[in-house]
């Protein structure tokens, strides 16, 4: 049986992960409306999307119909009532429970019955968006990694009123899309967050409890794993204070002490080193020195 | 700076295991006298003395002395995941007054062989049984908990993270008794329940049966 979905609504679309979104649905042959409160953010968003398909044009990845066919697909709005057309809508906005419950109640009452909402959370439970609307049957996660255009990896997961049917529906969306879903319970961070968050606090409290450099912790991870990046240089990418919302999301909700905000975190953004985007976290992005923390 | 390295041997080391080429390059008289297996005897006119080390601290070997023991003897170990082969990662253990000249004697005969040297204070772990470990365990705890399949966690760390395989993979191919030892070492000292052996792993030692 086809899949049911033809049109995708994406919430948060002018930020990095909406963004990419879009481009994994429109990219699958899906009509794509791109939703977010500032046109100016879908504007940028659109600029980007062109650039990256351009890019794609220029190495041979696709021919030149086959982005406008693409583009052509795309369009953007700041009317949340323009997503009534959609049959599936995924939502990448803010990360916090009451902006997520209040944009999944008041697209209860904008879309149609059959449409399905999917949840972007790395970190929330879907059950407890879920009941920010009336269908919490029709309500999935599916978390795309960063970033959504090159990542293949969706988590997926039911919420508890979940009707399994529509988890299906929604799986093979994925599927048409080109992605590759993993099945994960409806718990605090799912897979990936729940292995990587901790890790990154276990790294951190090394480096606190004079175990090893960041340079050395990372050469192990590196060397000894096969790691592409140390869990350091991974924080300072990802940034610093990232981590501390990511420990607040955590850390209430499953009590783990792995999952607390370790306190030279806390110091290291009270400092305002953030990591690469302020110029020094573990490393220092300014010169050749190395900040030990 | 060039080191020689002379090896001395009792029993298979974990290391550098049989055929080893490492172990064909030491000559009696070096530089830097490598113990494998072999009891720690002083020798202050050596850059370094390198003990390998199991899951034990360099301590044991030395004794220690309130924070300030240090000397050039080192300890090390390279790591391995359980009974795969040795990874291209030594691992070096110092104490709080080791001499900088003793780690870079270290590091020299290591570095000069094709490894890459990580150095650390002696504690628990080191630094990858360290980070490793708890990881592991949430794993298979989620695992017995229903989280996910083992398939599907394995797939999220390689398609999400990157990583060259996945958790559960991991500790099947290198052995979940390993595990066991390795987090029943670290639980003895930190005593916390992210080090505490995993369901699985101890299942695995106790059919091992040792």
């Known amino acids: 049986m086809s899949?049911?979905?033809?049109?995708?609504?994406?919430?948060?679309?002018?930020?990095?992960?909406?963004?990419?979104?879009a481009i994994v649905a429109a990219r699958a042959?899906?009509?794509?409306?791109?939703?977010?409160?500032?046109?100016?953010?879908?504007?940028?968003?659109?600029?980007?999307?062109?650039?990256?398909?351009?890019?794609?044009?220029e190495r041979g990845k696709m021919g030149a119909e086959d982005r406008d066919a693409i583009l052509g697909r795309m369009s953007r709005t700041t009317d949340m009532a323009d997503l009534a057309e959609c049959d599936l809508v995924i939502e990448a906005v803010f990360e916090d429970l009451k902006i997520k419950q209040d944009l999944l109640g008041k697209l209860d009452t904008i879309c149609p019955e059959h449409t399905i909402f999917a949840s972007n959370t790395s970190t929330l439970s879907i059950t407890e968006i879920a009941s920010g609307c009336s269908r919490q049957d029709r309500v999935v996660g599916m978390h795309f990694c960063l970033?959504?255009?090159?990542?293949?990896?969706?988590?997926?997961?039911?919420?508890?009123?979940?009707d399994p049917a529509?988890?299906?529906?929604?799986?093979?969306?994925?599927?048409?899309?080109?992605?590759?879903?993993?099945?994960?319970?409806?718990?605090?961070?799912?897979?990936?967050?729940?292995?990587?968050?901790?890790?990154?606090?276990?790294?951190?409290?090394?480096?606190?409890?004079?175990?090893?450099?960041?340079?050395?912790?990372?050469?192990?991870i590196k060397t000894g794993l096969n790691y592409k990046m140390g869990p350091l240089e991974l924080l300072d990418l990802i940034g610093l204070d990232t981590q501390i919302l990511l420990c607040e999301a955590f850390y209430p909700v499953t009590l783990d002490p792995r999952a607390a905000t370790p306190p030279l975190l806390k110091r290291m953004v009270a400092a305002g080193h953030l990591g690469r985007k302020s110029g020094r976290g573990f490393y220092d992005y300014q010169g050749s020195g190395m900040f030990g923390g | 700076m060039n080191m020689t390295y002379e090896i001395r041997q009792s029993g298979e080391s974990r290391s550098f295991p049989t055929g080893d080429a490492f172990l064909d390059g030491g000559e009696a008289g070096a530089d830097v006298v490598i113990l494998l297996g072999k009891e720690l005897q002083a020798d202050p006119s050596r850059a370094a003395i390198l003990v390998e080390l199991g899951h034990e601290s360099l301590g044991v070997h030395t004794g220690e002395d309130a924070g300030r023991e240090g000397s050039n003897v080192l300890g090390f170990a390279r790591f391995r995941?359980?009974?795969?082969?040795?990874?291209?990662?030594?691992?070096?253990?110092?104490?709080?007054?080791?001499?900088?000249?003793?780690?870079?004697?270290?590091r020299a005969v290591f570095e000069g062989a094709g490894f890459e040297v990580a150095v650390c204070t002696d504690q628990a772990g080191r630094i990858l049984d360290r980070l490793i470990r708890p990881k592991y365990n949430a794993a298979l705890r989620f695992l017995d908990e229903g989280l996910a399949t083992a398939e599907d966690m394995d797939?999220?760390?390689?398609?999400?993270?990157?990583?060259?395989?996945?958790?559960?993979?991991?500790?099947?191919?290198?052995?979940l008794a390993h595990h066991y030892d390795a987090t029943k070492a670290l639980f003895d000292v930190n005593g916390t329940a992210a080090y505490a052996p995993a369901r699985r792993a101890l299942v695995a030692k106790q059919r091992q049966g040792d």
Do not use: H
């Open chain 1, 3 to 21: 899949n049911p979905i033809k049109t995708v609504g994406v919430c948060g679309a002018g930020g990095t992960m909406g963004a990419g979104i």
């Open chain 1, 29 to 57: 042959g899906f009509r794509t409306i791109s939703f977010d409160m500032s046109m100016d953010a879908l504007d940028r968003a659109a600029g980007q999307t062109e650039g990256f398909f351009g890019k794609s044009v």
């Open chain 1, 147 to 162: 970033p959504a255009q090159l990542m293949k990896l969706i988590e997926m997961s039911p919420g508890v009123n979940t």
């Open chain 1, 166 to 220: 529509i988890f299906q529906t929604a799986w093979d969306w994925t599927l048409a899309a080109g992605q590759q879903p993993v099945e994960t319970q409806d718990k605090p961070g799912f897979i990936l967050n729940a292995l990587l968050v901790p890790f990154n606090n276990d790294a951190i409290r090394a480096v606190e409890a004079g175990v090893a450099s960041p340079a050395d912790i990372d050469k192990a």
């Open chain 2, 81 to 106: 995941n359980g009974d795969d082969a040795p990874s291209n990662l030594i691992e070096l253990v110092r104490q709080p007054a080791t001499p900088d000249s003793t780690i870079d004697a270290a």
């Open chain 2, 155 to 175: 797939l999220t760390c390689r398609l999400g993270l990157g990583y060259a395989d996945g958790p559960i993979e991991r500790l099947e191919r290198g052995g």
